[in-house]
């Protein structure tokens, strides 16, 4: 499947410290998806310290990348 990344998500990989790499690796292989309202996706998946959560949209064979950013593990709990 084919990974595009909004402005958006573009734009804030370095504010937010997540490298292009962990968002990839999370879209491919998710922990867990949850599939809110909008037809939107939430794929995330555990890298030790948080969860990285990358938000977006199935289009054809692509899955467009609206945003991303850490959930702390001790917000589940």
């Not at 370095?14 to 990839?24: A, C, M, T, Y």
């Not at 998806?33 to 977006?56: H, S, T, Y």
């Not at 990348?65 to 702390?72: E, G, K, M, R």
Request: glycine fraction near 6%; charged fraction near 25%.
């Amino acid at each position: 499947m084919q990974v595009i990344f909004s402005a958006h998500a573009e734009g804030t990989l370095k504010i937010r410290g997540i490298s292009k790499e962990f968002v990839l690796r999370t879209v491919a292989k998710p922990d867990d998806i949850i599939c809110p309202r909008l037809n939107r996706e939430i794929r995330q998946k555990d890298f030790g310290k948080a969860i990285l959560r990358v938000i977006g949209v199935v289009e054809g064979n692509a899955f467009v990348v609206i945003t991303q950013y850490w959930f702390s593990k001790s917000k589940i709990k």
